[in-house]
């Protein structure tokens, strides 16, 4: 007792004591979760042994391309199918759900659009060039099938409950899909689902998006405690989260349509004011696919960065967007499957698309003008850049270069765009949770504050390795969904097929609303 009075004496009596302390308390932190959690995070994101790519990016590739050919290309026969649903065409008001098409899409695509969006991309070009887009686009393009697949079976086997409100995802098609098909181990699959999910919420969802948003603030405002920004975060996430997914599903249907057309806008205006250089732009994406136009690793270093960008940015074959399509009102689960397939499209076909072209085009990346090709760092390990920014920063002075203000709009982006994945996170780790501890308002409720103190904690600290440990959580998610999918597919292909028949005989009907 005299020692913690003594401590406390000294804490009180120096101004610098309590940063020091804190300071200090983070890094035994840091280095205590470190040392428990770096075999695991070293596990999911090893290299492909005599290779430098990462075989969890290998895995989400390989499986995109195995769903592609096995359902025929789904992701192109049915896109004018897909808008249709979306647009409301096909939607019976009394079918049994939540919310709508569109704002379940919604839903999902505010998980997924985020900073990858814009520091990922920025990371992928600087060290991979131009060429990683060509690749981030194939893979977005395939990724298309694994959200077909997974969020199909996310409304299949979801439970629907007395009250109108409904569970889904992996871990209910996991359990039930293997019961179905007299597989052994589906139970124990959905619960390490479960709990990579809860995980990934807490860290990847939740902490890194509240410290990135605080930190960029901050660098508009001045610098602040970041406990501020955590309370604010805090108090509006809980306000919208406390309602359910028709709560949040109502705030994402506004804010994703909003950010996009910020950023995407912003973008546009760029574009427009350099349209002679599209053209060059596109010829630097083409040729550096195919030759790395001598950026470090050429063309297998742009393949790498390019897919490694699009696994991480659209999630596809994670399993979170199965979890929020699951709330759809649909009795056809295969309709949701095809809404769910524009998000790798919106995601990364056009977004990160966007923040590449502006970066190629603003030339921050440095060109020898002698060879035509890109020059390297100090390190040898990126593109030199014109002020050596690199992520947010090389986006956010790619759009200054054109539009001097365009920071603060970046800054309101990346606001919108944390706040946006906080609150899909949200429902993705709930959902998780109540199949661990079971349903109801309690256990809910329960789950809600943890997230929303989480969130205050994000924001006041520098916990690089939980963020990365829950990065790996994610990805870990992606094992076991990958794994269990190969299983269920076929049952998607019924699905498919069944649907497919009853639409060219004209028995699946628009509705007029």
Known sequence: MKSFKTL?????????????????????????????????VSFIFAPVPGTSFPWIVMWL????????IYFGAVQFRFFGHAIGLVKGDYSDPNDAGEVSHFQALATALSGT?????????????????????????????????????????????????????????????????????????????????????????????????????????????????????????????FAVIVGGIKSIANVTEKVVPLMGILYVGAALIILIMNYDMIGWAFGQIFAGAFTGLGVAGGMVGALIQGFKRAAFSNEAGVGSAAIAHSAVK????ITEGF??????????????????????????????????????????????????????????????STISWFPFVLALAVVLFAFSTMISWSYYGLKAWTYLFGEGKVTELVFKVIFCIFIVIGASASLGPVIDFSDAAIFAMAVVNILALYF????????????????????IKKFNH
């Open 61 to 68: 590739v390989i499986a995109a391309t195995v769903f592609t």
């Open 488 to 507: 269920l597919m076929k049952l998607v292909r019924g699905e498919l097929n069944s649907y497919s028949e009853r639409l060219a005989k004209g028995e």
């Open 330 to 333: 649909t009795k056809e689960p």
């Open 113 to 237: 659009v985020g900073l990858g969006n814009i520091a990922g991309v920025a990371v992928a070009v600087g060290i991979g060039g131009p060429g990683a887009t060509f690749w981030m686009i194939l893979a977005g393009l395939l990724g298309m099938a694994s959200k077909f697949t997974e969020c199909t079976l996310g409304v299949k086997y979801r439970n629907e409950y007395d009250d109108g409100t409904v569970s889904g995802g992996p871990m209910y098609y996991i359990s039930k899909g293997f019961t179905e098909l007299g597989l052994p181990g589906g139970k124990i699959l959905a619960v390490l689902f479960s709990i990579f999910c809860i995980l990934g919420a807490l860290g990847g969802g939740n902490m890194f998006q509240a410290n990135q948003a605080h930190a960029q603030i901050s660098g508009i405002v001045g610098d602040y405690p970041g406990w501020i920004t955590g309370l604010i975060f805090a108090g509006v996430v």
């Open 339 to 400: 809404v769910s397939l524009l998000e790798p499209l919106i995601d990364t076909v056009v977004i990160c698309t966007m923040t590449a072209l502006v970066i190629v085009i603003s030339q921050q990346l440095i060109i020898d003008e002698a060879t035509g090709v890109y020059m390297l760092n100090e390190a040898g390990s990126a593109i030199a850049t014109v002020d050596g920014n690199t992520g947010v920063a090389l986006t956010s002075a790619a759009f200054g």
């Open 8 to 40: 406390m004496s000294a804490l009180i009596a120096s101004s610098a004591a309590p940063a020091a302390f804190a300071q200090g308390i983070d890094e035994q932190v840091n280095q205590a979760f470190a040392t428990v959690t770096g075999p695991f």
